[in-house]
């Protein structure tokens, strides 16, 4: 497939998302990430990112937004000078708190990063800082993996997206969404495959001139319904390819059961 009909297919799933909205949210919600702007959050608030990092992995998005209010209580703003000098003491309060999400091994990442946070940020100046530094957007991803807990390889990608930086999120919505379109053989997180997720999604952008958080946004939405956006998935786990205007779409026939 060329470039060009990647970004047909981009165009085509933007169209149907734009009309199944009931509002204005999906504009809404992809101006947002196409704003979205790194230089414009300070240090608490780039913490405060790599957090809900962390509390989203492995959780429905809307459970972490619903819980997101008690959390930023209970982890005082999330301000790294603060938590970074939690002992057991406060994860113990922490893990008798019902209105927020109880994983101590996430509590206790969130500890450990505050402190390391903070030794980079008396490091650099600034978080800011830290990334002006940086040439390679590969070697930031390396670094963030590497010194932070509970950050893997998917999620400290979600991370920079996040703050801005212009990355995709290749999680299993996205790679099973290519896997269906023929652009993928596997759902794999392997290197081959991300490096093939990157490659199609930067030529999508450079024909589109949009970044990559809002190509992530669009396929995001598509495959996974968000639902204070959405009113419903197209190609999620129960794929709607009656409605659906990818029409070359290589599983449109596929029995979905056996992925
Ligand atoms: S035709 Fe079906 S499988 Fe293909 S992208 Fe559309 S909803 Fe998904």
């Not at 230089?39 to 997101?68: E, P, Q, Y």
Request: contains cysteine; hydrophobic residues 40%; positive net charge.
């Amino acid at each position: 497939m060329n470039k060009n009909s990647y970004t047909i297919t981009f165009n085509q799933i933007l169209r149907r998302i734009k009309n199944l909205s009931i509002s204005t949210r999906v504009e809404e919600h992809l101006q947002i990430r196409e704003d979205l702007n790194s230089s414009a959050l300070d240090d608490i608030a780039i913490f405060k990112k790599m957090s809900a990092v962390i509390f989203s992995s492995g959780f429905n998005a809307t459970v972490v937004k619903d819980m997101w209010p008690e959390l930023k209580i209970a982890f005082k703003g999330f301000d790294f000078e603060i938590v970074e000098g939690w002992t057991e003491k406060e994860i113990e309060e922490l893990m008798k708190n019902k209105k927020i999400i109880r994983n101590k091994n996430k509590i206790k990442a969130i500890i450990f990063n505050a402190k390391v946070f903070n030794e980079l940020i008396k490091e650099y100046g600034s978080f800011q800082k830290f990334l002006s530094k940086q040439c390679d957007p590969e070697k930031i991803h390396t670094y963030i993996e590497k010194r932070f807990h509970y950050l893997g390889k998917i999620t400290t990608y979600d991370f920079l997206k996040r703050i801005g930086l212009n990355f995709m999120k290749p999680d299993i919505h996205i790679r099973r969404l290519y896997k269906r379109l023929g652009w993928l053989n596997s759902m794999s997180d392997n290197n081959k495959n991300l490096n093939k997720i990157f490659e199609i999604s930067d030529s999508i952008s450079n024909d589109t001139k949009l970044n990559l958080n809002y190509i992530d946004g669009v396929f995001w939405l598509f495959c996974s319904g968000y639902k204070d956006v959405m009113t419903m998935a197209v190609c999620g786990a129960v794929p709607k390819c009656n409605i659906c205007y990818v029409n070359h779409c290589k599983s449109r026939e596929v029995n979905f059961k056996n992925e």
